[in-house]
């Protein structure tokens, strides 16, 4: 198994522009997914498969994934968007599912 | 649209079995156009993936759980259960049942909807 390593918080002010990263060796190379998860809710998906977004995600949401480091992307923050972020691959070697230790995403 | 709503008891006794079931509504379990995954969430923490099942019964699991999980599907009810036995308060958390497209299952292995979760707490 790996681990993915995601900064435990990220504040971002009112319409900028929000980064949150997950970080790996081999991560490049693997499909990684995105949820937000809103206190005391369950999770929801906001990205698939690197960059796709789930219908019903506003286009704010993006992500991409290269080298060692996926990204999720939040344009022009709102205050709605403050949440806990979880990344998330599937090992085909060992066959689970890791998920990074997620970010908590504050909006000044 | 698939909507999965969990249950089961909220509190368990140390080295008792927990038991929840997955009940879900707006699709046909035996369809097969999904794989049906547990996973977990102890308070203030991190997601767990505990396994998943496929309408005929194929399972997978994390080998963290050392075997102590078992998942089974009843179609007929249109349910997915957990089991987990000898439970510690290590295993306190919130439990949520999700779901994982078919065409992703063990390739890419997403989930793309979940339940609203449910609460167990392990103490005597």
């Known amino acids: 198994s790996f681990v993915l390593t995601q900064p435990p918080s990220v504040s971002v002010a009112p319409g900028q522009t929000a980064r949150i990263t997950c970080e790996e060796n081999?991560?490049?190379?693997?499909?990684v997914h995105w949820y937000q998860q809103k206190p005391g809710q369950a999770p929801v998906m906001v990205v698939y498969?690197?960059?796709d977004r789930p219908s019903g995600i506003p286009e704010r949401f993006s992500g991409s994934n290269s080298g060692n480091t996926a990204t999720l992307t939040i344009g022009r923050v709102e205050a709605g968007d403050e949440a806990d972020y979880y990344c998330?691959?599937?090992?085909?070697?060992?066959?689970?599912?890791?998920f990074g230790g997620g970010t908590k995403l504050t909006v000044l | 649209q698939v909507q999965l709503q969990e249950s089961g008891p909220g509190l368990v006794k140390p080295s008792q079995t927990l038991s929840l079931t997955c009940t879900v509504s707006?699709?046909?379990?035996?369809?097969?156009?999904?794989?049906w995954n547990w996973i977990r969430q102890p308070p203030g923490k991190g997601l767990e993936w505990m396994g998943y099942?496929?309408?005929?019964?194929?399972?997978h699991y994390n080998p963290s759980l050392q075997s102590r999980a078992s998942i089974s599907v009843d179609t007929s009810r249109n349910q997915v259960s957990l089991q987990m036995t000898s439970v510690t308060a290590a295993d306190t958390a919130v439990y949520y049942c999700?779901?994982?497209?078919?065409?992703?299952?063990?390739?890419?292995?997403?989930?793309?909807?979940w339940g609203q979760g449910t609460m167990v707490t392990v103490s005597s």
């Open positions: 998330q691959v599937w090992d085909n070697i060992d066959l689970e599912v890791t």
């Open positions: 099942i496929y309408y005929n019964g194929k399972t």
């Open positions: 999700a779901t994982t497209p078919l065409a992703m299952a063990t390739v890419r292995h997403a989930f793309d909807i």
């Open positions: 707006g699709d046909s379990i035996s369809r097969g156009a999904h794989y």
């Open positions: 081999t991560i490049g190379r693997k499909s």
């Open positions: 498969d690197d960059s």
